[in-house]
């Protein structure tokens, strides 16, 4: 099984400030013929189903809002919230397609400082 | 517009097999390239996993559950069926059902709200 390592577990951060959450996996997710990562970003909020964000490790899902990015290569991805928003508290999970099992992250929850 | 919903028992007992039902509309899983998944969440934890089933009627399994697993569709009723045998407390959780969108594409991009499965005697 391939391992998703997130860091950190949690972080607080002030509203307008940046957010930054790194995604580690145990093998490459590159797939050398077509260059792609099979690497996806999710959000859940408390009660909530998890909500797709990114896909192909930086392609934007329709209707995330664009201060949210996804970015990375082979084994270490990062997503970043430029300009934390109220509405962005939530915890974070990553996600490995490249073989299954579709394995996730542990989850990082980010908080308002 | 797009929904699936989970239905099932709210609580099993251990040893027991647990069935769970997904009942989508808005998509189709004869379509090429789509897929249905079953993932779940302990309280308070990470999401795990489970099975999927493609349009095609390939299916796989999580390694770690998959001799305790069986999935299967049925076209006509827009629904897809989990059962998992030998029911432990540990497997509480809450069981999700979720579209895989398209080929090579298995990521979740539409989920269910979920039911909350508890496992005690």
């Known amino acids: 099984d391939i391992v998703m390592t997130q860091s950190p577990d949690s972080l607080a951060v002030s509203l307008g400030e940046r957010a930054t959450i790194n995604c580690k996996s145990s093998?490459?997710?590159?797939?050398?013929?077509?260059?792609?990562?099979?690497l996806g970003w999710y959000q859940q909020k408390p009660g909530q189903p998890p909500k797709l964000l990114f896909y192909?490790?930086?392609t934007r899902q329709s209707g995330v809002p664009d201060r949210f990015s996804g970015s990375g290569s082979g084994t270490d991805f990062t997503l970043t919230i430029t300009s934390l928003q109220a509405e962005d508290v939530a915890v974070y999970y990553c996600?490995?397609?490249?073989?299954?099992?579709?394995?996730f992250g542990q989850g990082t929850k980010v908080e308002i400082k | 517009q797009i929904t699936l919903k989970e239905s099932g028992p709210t609580l099993v007992k251990p040893t027991q097999t647990l069935t769970l039902t997904c009942t989508f509309s808005?998509?189709?899983?004869?379509?090429?390239?789509?897929?249905v998944a079953w993932i779940r969440q302990p309280p308070g934890e990470a999401l795990e996993w489970l099975a999927i089933?493609?349009?095609?009627?390939?299916?796989r399994y999580s390694p770690s559950l998959k001799n305790r697993l069986t999935i299967t569709k049925d076209t006509s009723k827009n629904q897809v069926v989990l059962t998992m045998t030998n029911m432990d407390p540990v497997d509480t959780a809450t069981y999700y059902c979720?579209?895989?969108?398209?080929?090579?594409?298995?990521?979740?991009?539409?989920w269910g709200r979920g039911t909350l499965v508890t496992i005690s005697s």
């Open positions: 089933i493609y349009w095609d009627g390939e299916e």
């Open positions: 192909w490790a930086s």
């Open positions: 093998q490459s997710v590159l797939y050398n013929s077509n260059r792609k990562n099979y």
């Open positions: 996600q490995q397609y490249y073989n299954p099992p579709y394995t």
């Open positions: 979720a579209r895989r969108p398209a080929h090579s594409l298995n990521i979740f991009d539409l």
């Open positions: 808005g998509f189709s899983l004869t379509t090429s390239g789509v897929g």
